[in-house]
């Protein structure tokens, strides 16, 4: 069969970590949850989000989900 290839994290190319993937941490994944949202909340492109950034998308999904 094809050799075993290291899956990388969907958003920066680190290796994914097992309890996140397809991405290596909590921070990528929140990333690409981010990327989802339509409109309101965009991040820049190329930027890691910094802990406070993270807990603002983190709260905005929430509350996101609470609504529908
Ligand atoms: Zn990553």
Redesign the pocket.
């Given at each position: 069969m094809m050799s075993f290839k290291k899956a990388i994290?969907?958003?920066?190319?680190?290796p994914q970590a097992e309890a996140y993937k397809p991405?290596?941490?909590a921070?990528?994944k929140l990333i690409d949850l981010g990327n989802w949202i339509d409109g309101d909340y965009r991040l820049p492109s190329e930027e890691v989000p910094s802990d406070a950034e993270i807990l603002d998308i983190s709260i905005h999904l929430l509350q996101n989900k609470e609504k529908s």
């Open positions: 994290c969907a958003i920066c190319d680190k991405f290596c941490s921070k990528c």
